[in-house]
């Protein structure tokens, strides 16, 4: 429907006289007889079959004379929409909370979150320029001091890219990224050799982060900490892949019930700040944002036992509108992952995009 009241659009500002079957094609659409991108396919095709050769034009033909748009355009019918409107931001928002568990006397779990916004406006619409840097740290469970390892990347992560001018035009490279990532390791790596921590005793933490500049997003990981997206189209998705024993089998060919089945299935295979920069790997990923979403930065202790997979249609779609309180959303999902895993500490941190195709005609 978007597509042909968008060709409607176009043939209202042509200057020419139309042909008969563009004429045709309009009244068989507004009759409601093309409602489907296979009837509209079937009825272009069937058209370009009996059209027969027209004389040469007296002038230069503009762009909507050329006949041999029209085969392109039966050939990528299904993406022409989102091809032809570009998508621009309009609205960026985020809640971020951090709770002990009802297991727990201390928290190891950290976030931070530092963002960028310039509202536009204009007599006919109101867009904005967003970029945002969110953090969430989880110190290494069964090690001492996972809460200062935890805050420690944040807080290096943070200045890192408050200093670093390599996004003030778009993301950064994930050469960038990876820098960053390493940078911290090596700032809480340090601390564990001036302290001359050994074994259990050395701290570390995990890492997700998420970096948005307008439509585009990175994504890197160190750990078990992980990022989703949901969007109405695409459902609940996780974005990343736990760096733990098991899901290192898994990418070798090993069944996941046999490679879950290993009594050191759960354990990191790597993490920031135990071992040195030869030993960190981090994951990085970049993607754009084409229809509203969130995403969700989470720690192991909302994330275990599947939670989100069997409760965010109920906690988190609700939170795509756009009247939607982020902040009560992530009390209340907070709250009902403590009732599922209290057993650890449960950190989340929601981002709501929210996106619109551009106005005005696009190129062919």
């Given at each position: ?181 390493i940078q911290a390791n090596e700032v809480i ?38 990022l989703y997206r949901l969007s109405r189209q695409g459902g609940l998705e996780q974005i ?125």
């Amino acid at each position: 429907q978007d597509l042909m009241k968008f060709w409607q659009s176009l043939f209202e500002q042509s200057q020419r006289t139309q042909f008969g079957w563009v004429i045709a094609l309009m009244q068989d659409w507004r009759d409601g007889k093309i409602q489907t991108i296979e009837q509209l396919r079937s009825y272009l095709m069937t058209t370009e079959d009996n059209l027969q050769p027209q004389p040469p034009p007296t002038s230069a033909p503009t762009v909507l004379q050329t006949d041999d748009t029209f085969p392109q355009i039966v050939e990528n019918i299904e993406t022409q929409d989102t091809e032809l409107l570009p998508i621009q931001l309009v609205s960026l928002e985020n809640a971020g909370k951090s709770d002990v568990g009802s297991q727990r006397d201390h928290n190891e779990d950290s976030f931070g979150i530092q963002t960028q916004i310039e509202n536009q406006e204009t007599p006919t619409e109101k867009i904005i320029q967003a970029k945002g840097l969110y953090v969430l740290c989880d110190g290494m469970g069964g090690h001492a001091s996972g809460e200062i390892a935890s805050q420690v990347a944040v807080d290096t992560i943070k200045q890192y890219f408050k200093v670093e001018s390599s996004w003030s035009v778009g993301l950064p490279s994930e050469e960038i990224i990876r820098e960053a990532i390493i940078q911290a390791n090596e700032v809480i790596y340090e601390i564990n050799q001036q302290e001359v921590r050994s074994g259990s005793s050395r701290m570390g933490t995990t890492l997700v982060m998420a970096m948005v500049y307008d439509t585009k997003v990175a994504v890197a990981h160190v750990g078990d900490s992980r990022l989703y997206r949901l969007s109405r189209q695409g459902g609940l998705e996780q974005i990343t892949l736990d760096h733990e024993v098991g899901q290192r089998e898994i990418n070798r060919g090993v069944e996941p019930e046999i490679a879950y089945g290993r009594p050191d299935a759960y354990q990191l295979t790597q993490a920031l700040g135990p071992r040195d920069k030869n030993f960190v790997r981090p994951d990085v990923q970049f993607f754009d944002l084409d229809e509203d979403s969130l995403l969700i930065l989470a720690s192991d202790g909302l994330t275990d036992n599947d939670f989100l997979e069997n409760n965010w249609k109920n906690l988190l779609e609700p939170l795509l509108g756009k009247q939607a309180n982020l902040e009560s959303g992530v009390n209340q999902l907070i709250d009902l992952a403590n009732q599922y895993n209290g057993h650890d500490n449960i950190t989340a941190i929601v981002i709501r995009a929210l996106v619109k195709p551009q106005k005005g005609v696009a190129e062919y």
